[in-house]
Nanobody, 120 residues
Framework: QVQLVESGGGLVQPGGSLRLSCAAS????????MGWYRQAPGKERELVAD???????NYADSVKGRFTISRDNAKNTVYLQMNSLNVEDTAVYYC??????????????WGKGTLVTVSS
């Protein structure tokens, strides 16, 4: 009923930039927090950044000053602008959103992930 679809991953050289997008669709009344998580090989999934419906942002220390999260509430879309990428940013990036249905039920949803590879 609700889908989160990520796009924008790929291969980039160290120091480069990528922009991830995640669009939510389906039976949506409203969306609370939206965020990006990542999971590198052999590591646990970790929060990268999240943003409230009012635009308050939160970042992992490792990405502060390099990544910027934003959202377009009219499009039910969240973005992650990633600059100054380094090899440690290589991971599968997952979109997350807490979505309220038209029947007022709320739950967390995850996208399927998009791979970001930083390599020379």
């Amino acid at each position: 009923q609700v889908q989160l679809v990520e796009s924008g991953g790929g291969l980039v050289q160290p120091g480069g930039s990528l922009r991830l997008s995640c669009a939510a669709s389906g039976r949506i009344f409203s969306i609370n927090n939206m965020g990006w998580y990542r999971q590198a090989p052999g590591k646990e999934r970790e929060l990268v950044a999240d943003i409230t419906s009012g635009g308050t942002t939160n970042y992992a220390d490792s990405v502060k000053g390099r990544f910027t999260i934003s959202r377009d509430n009219a499009k039910n879309t969240v973005y992650l602008q990633m600059n100054s990428l380094n090899v440690e940013d290589t991971a599968v990036y997952y979109c997350n959103a807490y979505i309220i249905s038209p029947l007022a039920y709320g739950r967390n949803y995850w996208g399927k992930g998009t791979l970001v590879t930083v390599s020379s």
